[in-house]
């Protein structure tokens, strides 16, 4: 337990609003005597007595909230017992109400004891509480069964998609002062000890970080460390990051058409009777044809002779 300054808010014993609340009756209740109020005093300081005894059962502190739990309730059921339900002496009846305070104070120590105190079943807490005995704050070191490791958690992720790492614990709000997560990674590994070299990724007061456009290579091991200011480590968290793979796009096959017959175009061995059949038909035709032009020409010359002959004849004739 490390003390620290006090605070106003203290132990049901030493609450500044309790004390004044039984000041307050003892000055200003009626019908109550000198010997009266120096009774009461006795009856109030023994009281504060059992409360701290009673705290010092239960761990001896208390947090916060539970004492503002205890005090409002006590202030409540103090005030109405005298306005409703006081019977006797006022002397008797200051008894009945300060016990009455007691086993306030009991019922939310338990509660505290059993769910507040403490409450982290891995890695170290200091937490804030007061101490009954001195009214005093400090902070109370809360070990646990796995000092520092706090899981190992499985991550899936589909590549170019997005996931999200958080290693913040519930008790982590309980921590006094500035804590920072410390975000490191080894890649592609699976096994892996504390004392392992990691590569720093990224300081913040932040929980959690986002891992945008995964690809295959960013598969591995993620640890969070929590660090106090002191960098003491309060916390450590282990990511296994597996990323799925986009399925491959390989080439849908081309069909491929069957081959074509193989053709022989070699020429073919004519018989030798059909080709001397063929040489004899081009020859014919051959002939005919030089025939052929040979007529026509001729036939051109002559005609253009005897128009020539008609022609000179009839300019004789015009010369005569």
Same mark, same amino acid.
């Given at each position: 337990m490390v003390c620290m300054v006090s605070s106003v808010m203290s132990c049901l014993q030493c609450d500044r609003a309790v004390l004044y609340m039984h000041e307050d009756f003892i000055a200003t209740a009626k019908g109550v005597t000198v010997q009266d109020q120096m009774d009461l005093k006795k009856i109030i300081d023994h009281a504060y007595t059992n409360y701290k005894k009673t705290s010092v059962e239960l761990r001896g502190v208390i947090d916060p909230t539970t004492l503002y739990r205890a005090r409002t309730e006590y202030q409540s059921e103090f005030q109405r017992y005298w306005k409703e339900d006081r019977k006797g002496p006022v002397q008797w009846d200051m008894i009945k109400i300060v016990e009455k305070g007691s086993r306030i104070l009991k019922k939310h120590l338990k509660l505290f004891v059993a769910e507040g105190l403490c409450p982290n079943t891995c890695g170290l807490l200091f937490q804030s509480v007061m101490n009954c005995s001195t009214c005093q704050y400090g902070l109370f070191t809360c070990f646990s069964e796995s000092p520092q490791g706090c899981g190992v958690h499985q991550v899936e992720g589909k590549e170019g998609e997005q996931v999200v790492l958080d290693?913040?614990?519930?008790?982590?709000?309980?921590?006094?002062?500035?804590? $920072?997560?410390?975000?490191?990674?080894?890649?592609?590994?699976?096994?892996?000890?504390?004392? $392992?070299?990691?590569?720093?990724?990224?300081?913040? $007061?932040?929980?959690?970080?986002?891992?945008? /456009?995964?690809?295959?290579?960013?598969?591995?091991?993620? /640890?969070?460390?929590? &660090?106090?200011?002191?960098?003491? $480590?309060?916390?450590?968290?282990?990511?296994?990051?597996?990323?799925?793979?986009?399925?491959?796009?390989?080439? /849908?096959?081309?069909?491929?058409?069957?081959? &074509?017959?193989?053709?022989?175009?070699?020429?073919?061995?004519?018989? /030798?009777?059909?080709?001397?059949?063929?040489?004899?038909? &081009?020859?014919?035709?051959?002939i005919s044809a030089s025939l052929a032009i040979i007529v026509v020409l001729g036939t051109r010359m002559m005609v253009k002779w005897q128009k020539n002959e008609r022609t000179r004849a009839k300019e004789d004739e015009e010369g005569t």
């Open positions: 290693c913040f614990l519930s008790w982590h709000s309980l921590i006094v002062g500035q804590a $920072e997560y410390h975000y490191s990674w080894k890649q592609g590994a699976r096994n892996f000890s504390a004392q $392992e070299v990691f590569e720093v990724l990224v300081v913040t $007061e932040d929980s959690k970080i986002v891992l945008n /456009r995964l690809s295959v290579s960013e598969q591995g091991v993620y /640890r969070c460390l929590l &660090l106090d200011k002191h960098d003491i $480590e309060l916390s450590s968290m282990h990511f296994i990051l597996t990323v799925i793979p986009l399925p491959s796009s390989t080439p /849908r096959p081309i069909p491929t058409l069957p081959p &074509l017959p193989s053709l022989d175009f070699r020429p073919a061995r004519l018989h /030798r009777d059909t080709l001397i059949i063929i040489l004899a038909l &081009l020859t014919v035709v051959s």
